[in-house]
């Protein structure tokens, strides 16, 4: 599924459509763009697409998602699907300066440098020191202390760029794509092979990784 934001903040879907990940408030696949109006009202910031579900940012810092939850990966708090987009509240409020999704989990940033994230967590992708899903966004402390300042989600790993320009990844390494050799992470680990302090940018494919430097 494919979602774009127009210059005047409205947001349009097109695609498979399943499991409500359009937020159209039904589950008809669309062909052609569609704009989305329910509980979206040109004010749109960004967008991210995880597998069969959507998560948006509005300009006031809220985060709304849609779609498929069977892991709680809309933050909401359940294992229910939506249709339409649905405002997370728990542990969010007009506070949210990015956002990611994965395969099956998501991840914000807020204001304040802080990172929280929930659903799916069977290679330790949150970052939470453990495997466990989460269906309400769960903040991350281990090795970090509000200095993120980016978010970048693979199909089941994570990685973040501290403000040092500092690399750090977690969740599935089995095809090396963390970095760190062989090895799945469940808390944020530093990359140190070829990085020191020097990261720009960082963006995950589905098993693999790909930083700019400065």
């Known amino acids: 599924h494919t979602f774009i934001l127009k210059k005047d903040g409205s947001l349009w879907s097109c695609g498979v459509n399943t499991l409500g990940q359009l937020g159209l408030g039904d589950t008809s696949s669309?062909?052609?763009?569609?704009?989305?109006?329910?509980?979206?009202?040109?004010n749109i910031k960004q967008i991210a697409c995880g597998q069969n579900y959507t998560v948006i940012l509005k300009n006031d810092g809220n985060v709304w998602s849609s779609g498929y939850n069977n892991f709680g990966q809309l933050g909401l708090g359940?294992?229910?699907?939506?249709?339409?987009?649905?405002?997370?509240?728990?542990?969010?409020?007009?506070?949210?300066?990015?956002?990611?999704?994965?395969?099956?989990?998501?991840?914000?940033?807020k204001n304040n440098g802080s990172v929280w994230a929930c659903g799916?967590?069977?290679?330790?992708?949150?970052?939470?020191?453990?495997?466990?899903?989460?269906?309400?966004?769960?903040?991350?402390?281990?090795?970090?202390?509000?200095?993120?300042?980016?978010?970048?989600?693979?199909?089941?790993?994570?990685?973040?760029l501290k403000n040092n320009g500092s690399l750090?990844?977690?969740?599935?390494?089995?095809?090396?794509?963390?970095?760190?050799?062989?090895?799945?992470?469940?808390?944020?680990?530093?990359?140190?092979?070829?990085?020191?302090?020097?990261?720009?940018?960082?963006?995950c494919g589905y098993e693999h990784t790909f930083i700019l430097k400065n």
């Open 120 to 160: 799916y967590n069977g290679s330790g992708q949150l970052g939470l020191g453990n495997t466990a899903n989460k269906s309400t966004f769960t903040k991350v402390t281990k090795n970090i202390n509000n200095d993120v300042k980016q978010i970048a989600c693979g199909s089941i790993h994570t990685f973040i």
């Open 168 to 203: 750090w990844a977690c969740g599935d390494g089995s095809k090396g794509q963390l970095g760190l050799g062989i090895s799945d992470k469940n808390t944020f680990t530093q990359v140190t092979t070829n990085i020191s302090n020097d990261v720009k940018e960082i963006i």
């Open 30 to 42: 669309r062909t052609e763009f569609e704009q989305v109006t329910i509980n979206v009202n040109n």
């Open 78 to 109: 359940s294992t229910t699907n939506k249709n339409t987009f649905t405002q997370v509240t728990t542990n969010v409020t007009n506070d949210v300066e990015q956002i990611a999704c994965g395969y099956a989990h998501t991840f914000i940033l």
